[in-house]
């Protein structure tokens, strides 16, 4: 992963890398909106204290963002189920990826084949695809074994392969 | 991995995550633009206030030379001019001191968790080459993860 080297260069940099960012906190936090507040958090800290640190500024940006989500989701904890339910609790229609031109319904089972994978198993697969990171900063990141990260994802893949034939059987 | 398994890969990698919404990239526009104006405000008044003070400070004639040993009248070495005069950060590190185990507790939507809090101390050590002074800065920090628990 490319260092964001310029002050001008971080909007193509957001562009670019913010949409994979996004997905991975969606899988830590309760709604799309609270996704789009801990990335801005997220990046915003990173630009302005740790972008001097050097490393890979995806992985550093992702345990960012994974400990923004934890946090708030210890701030939402507070807050009474009621409030909660004047926002609107959930969001209709939220979609994961960019529609397809063509066998879009292929992207839509996708979607719905991962909203139903194990939560453990969804967060491996989309840091290891989305998040590009390697198994070894997947087991780091999530603070478990190498090889736990290595299994999530292989029965995340078969059950996603599951999920997709018994859609294509039943149309 | 075999066929299937990589051809699923391959086909998930193809999807391409949704974009952000043009009003988050706007939020930390100016997020960042709300700093930028007070760095700027700072490099300015800093110079300002320098040459202000000169001018303000009234004329003083110079006083009468006075003798120094010779040991203290030789120049310091000029400093290598190759090196940026800048910090860098040259060390981070951080120190876990503390594990609790919080208890299980229940989050909002009802699903129950374990919280786990470790208690870190984070270290960045910035060095400037030129000069070889150096600048530590030590924060402590809480870290608490919500593990939802499973009872079968």
Not at chain 1, 118 to 135: D, M, N
Not at chain 2, 44 to 64: F, K, T
Not at chain 2, 73 to 88: G, H, R, S
Request: overall charge positive.
């Amino acid at each position: 992963m490319e260092a964001i080297s310029h002050d001008e260069s971080w909007k193509s940099w957001f562009r670019l890398h913010g949409p994979k960012l996004l997905l991975c906190a969606r899988q830590w936090t309760r709604s799309l909106a609270d996704a789009e507040d801990v990335v801005q958090d997220a990046f915003v800290r990173y630009w302005r204290r740790q972008r001097s640190l050097g490393g890979d500024p995806q992985a550093l940006l992702l345990t960012s963002i994974r400990r923004a989500a934890f946090d708030l989701a210890r701030r939402n904890q507070r807050r009474t189920g009621r409030e909660m339910r004047a926002e609107g609790g959930g969001e209709a229609a939220e979609f994961l990826f960019e529609p397809l031109a063509e066998a879009d319904d292929r992207r839509r089972a996708i979607e719905a084949a991962l909203q139903r994978l194990p939560a453990e198993q969804r967060e491996v697969l989309v840091l290891k695809i989305w998040g590009e990171l390697t198994f070894d900063e997947i087991a780091r990141q999530l603070d478990i074994p190498l090889n736990t990260a290595a299994s999530r994802y292989r029965y995340a893949l078969a059950a996603l392969r599951r999920e997709l034939s018994a859609a294509d059987c039943h149309g | 991995m075999d066929e299937e398994n990589l051809q699923l890969e391959a086909e998930l990698k193809r999807l391409r995550p949704r974009a952000l919404a043009p009003a988050v990239e706007a939020r930390v526009a100016a997020r960042l633009a709300t700093r930028r104006r007070v760095a700027i405000g700072w490099w300015v008044a800093l110079p300002l206030a320098a040459a202000l003070a000169l001018v303000v400070v009234p004329w003083r004639p110079a006083p009468e030379p006075e003798r120094v040993p010779l040991g203290a009248a030789i120049a310091p070495d000029p400093l290598p001019a190759t090196k940026p005069d800048e910090y860098k950060p040259v060390a981070a590190e951080n120190l876990l001191y503390a594990a609790r185990d919080e208890g299980v507790v229940t989050l909002a939507d009802g699903v129950q968790a374990r919280r786990l809090r470790r208690s870190y101390v984070d270290t960045i050590t910035w060095r400037n080459p030129r000069t070889n002074a150096s600048l530590t800065w030590s924060v402590p920090r809480d870290e608490v993860r919500v593990v939802p628990v499973n009872f079968q």
